[in-house]
């Protein structure tokens, strides 16, 4: 009960016009931006969360669903998309809110998940319980590459105006907390 109501929480504290900077609505996606972090996101129906959080040159998906989890661990996660079905490990890692942590489910983008995404109407996550049987959480992709070329060019033009073009100045490839490389910037040209 505790995890429905966190999730709430971050739904309304990421949802809420006073507390982001220039929130816009793509669909059924939204894109804001707070300090220097940038994020699009979507929910299925106030239960669910997908989205891609972007700091410091670093972009990532995350998927909160009010299943609670363990820090630092890894939990399998079946996707469908109109490409197919994509397995893959996301982990689990706390965001921080106003009222309190939230624990997401974090995974790095790639070329092959944003090509999938901007393919799909509509994407379905299965996540495996204890139980032996699955939770479902399905989600509108309608405005998904707006939301995200806005959030990504938005960040770019914070880093040009602050004087640290994305290109010139970026490090290498840094690491993500499961120790996977994750992209330095997100090309919006695949999407």
Known sequence: MRSLFLLAT????????????DRVEHGDWVSQFRDDMGEASTHENGT???GMLCADRICRYYFANSVPCEAGN?????LTTAAGA???????????????????YWFNESKQLNDAFAQSDAIGFAFPLT?????ISLFSMNGYADAIRRMVDGLRERLEEQGTSGTESSPGAQAAPDG????VDIDINRI
Not at 180 to 183: A, T
């Open 10 to 21: 971050l739904l309304a504290i990421l949802t809420s016009p006073a507390l982001a900077e």
């Open 48 to 50: 669910s969360m997908f």
């Open 74 to 78: 890894n939990y399998p996660v079946m």
């Open 86 to 104: 994509l397995a893959f490990d996301a982990i689990c890692e706390p965001m921080a809110t106003a009222n309190g942590e939230v624990m997401l």
């Open 131 to 135: 139980t032996g049987q699955f939770k």
């Open 180 to 183: 996977e490389p994750v992209p």
